[in-house]
């Protein structure tokens, strides 16, 4: 059974300091990691997807990494509006349906 | 790019009323569709995916009987809750996803449901 598991689940950080949000993952033939943000009450916007080890990718602040087992989402410098829920998601080989695995997410608060 | 319309946001109904969701993609056209149903502070959970043209698949444990859908285009699935009851009340997203497998979903913005 494929397993997704975020930590922490929650942080806070001041405005400018840097951190990373862990996913880690248990799949059977990984198909692509994908990280969304979520605003309270709002659906999931979609942020990067990763198909291999080794790769990476960026938009503004946000950095996603990954390796056989673990993403990785650094986030530079944050301001406030960077405050939401990061969810890490998997995506099982295509004779399970393609369905996405989600993670519990991270609850990420940026203070002024 | 990549918009998914999901109507209405929010409604609130009597128990035993039957409520229909709309899921659009604006912008592209979705060869696959995502049902999923989310708890406060929890993550998403599949309920059941729709190829256009298709019957649903659903998740175990998910009463196909209860929760009716349809994807008849490739821009539009909805979802119905048939005879809803309080236990019913959630927050309900819908997905869309365009071209191969691998692509990403992209979410509406949910519709929360409340049965009273």
């Known amino acids: 059974e494929d397993q997704v598991t975020q930590s922490p689940e929650a942080l806070r950080l001041q405005e400018g300091e840097s951190s990373s949000l862990n996913c880690s993952y248990t799949v059977s033939g990984l198909r692509g990691l994908f990280w969304y943000r979520q605003d309270p009450g709002k659906g999931p916007e979609f942020l990067f997807t990763?198909?291999?080890a080794g790769e990476e990718k960026e938009k503004e602040r946000l950095k996603a990494t990954l390796t056989k087992k673990e993403s990785f989402l650094h986030i530079t410098a944050p301001k406030p509006e960077d405050s939401a829920t990061y969810l890490c998601a998997v995506q099982a080989p295509e004779t399970s349906g393609s369905r996405l695995t989600f993670g519990e997410g991270t609850q990420l608060t940026v203070n002024p | 790019g990549a918009v998914v319309s999901q109507h209405p946001s929010w409604v609130i109904c009597k128990s035993g009323t039957s409520v229909k969701i709309e899921c659009r993609s604006l912008d592209f056209q979705a060869t696959t569709m995502f049902w999923y149903r989310q708890f406060p502070k929890q993550s998403l959970m599949l309920m059941a995916t729709?190829?256009?043209?298709?019957?649903?698949?659903?998740e175990q444990g998910v009463e196909k009987d209860k929760f009716l859908i349809n994807h008849a285009s490739l821009t539009l699935s909805t979802l119905t809750v048939t005879s809803a009851h309080p236990e019913d009340s959630s927050f309900y997203i819908c997905?869309?996803?365009?071209?191969?497998?691998?692509?990403?979903?992209?979410f509406g913005d949910g519709t929360r449901l409340s049965i009273l």
């Open positions: 990763l198909y291999s």
């Open positions: 729709s190829n256009e043209g298709s019957k649903a698949t659903y």
């Open positions: 997905s869309a996803r365009a071209g191969s497998s691998n692509q990403p979903q992209h």
